[in-house]
């Protein structure tokens, strides 16, 4: 946790490397400190078909999905580090937004927490 989804048009590729821009955002949410280390996960959805404000323009939007938990204090340094980060990356790109959702906590599974359900230990990390 977080779970970081970039969205962006394909155009953006003109502008910028897209690791580099899944990277920025990455290492942007690890270093605020919420998170333990290695628990980040970024990943990027590049658009074919898509408009903004009914024209073909860039823009980068961030979800970031985390359990729920965190204060709101901490939830806006997070958008405000990964929104300063990817402005400062591309600084003519006047588009850009970071969003924070919470996940329900009751409601949330993955393969760890169905392993305990189950009574089993979670695969290491490799």
């Known amino acids: 946790m977080p779970h970081c989804v970039i969205e962006c048009p394909a155009s ?19 270093s605020t400190g919420i998170f333990t280390p290695g628990d980040v996960k970024s990943r990027l959805k590049v658009y074919q ?27 806006k340094a997070l958008s405000s580090a990964v929104a300063r980060a990817v402005c400062e ?4 790109v006047h588009f850009i937004s970071v969003d924070v959702r919470d996940f329900c906590l ?16 979670a695969p290491a990390r490799i």
Do not use: F
């Not at 009751?106 to 230990?121: F, K, P, V, W």
């Open 12 to 30: 953006i590729e003109a502008a910028v490397d897209l690791d580099i821009l899944v990277k920025t955002v990455h290492d942007a949410a690890d």
């Open 49 to 75: 078909h898509d408009m903004v404000g009914g024209r073909k323009d860039d823009y980068v939007h961030v979800t970031i999905g985390l359990l729920s938990g965190r204060t709101d204090d901490q939830k």
């Open 89 to 92: 990356l591309l600084p003519n």
């Open 106 to 121: 009751e409601t949330y599974s993955n393969r760890a927490s169905l392993d305990r359900l189950a009574g089993q230990a």
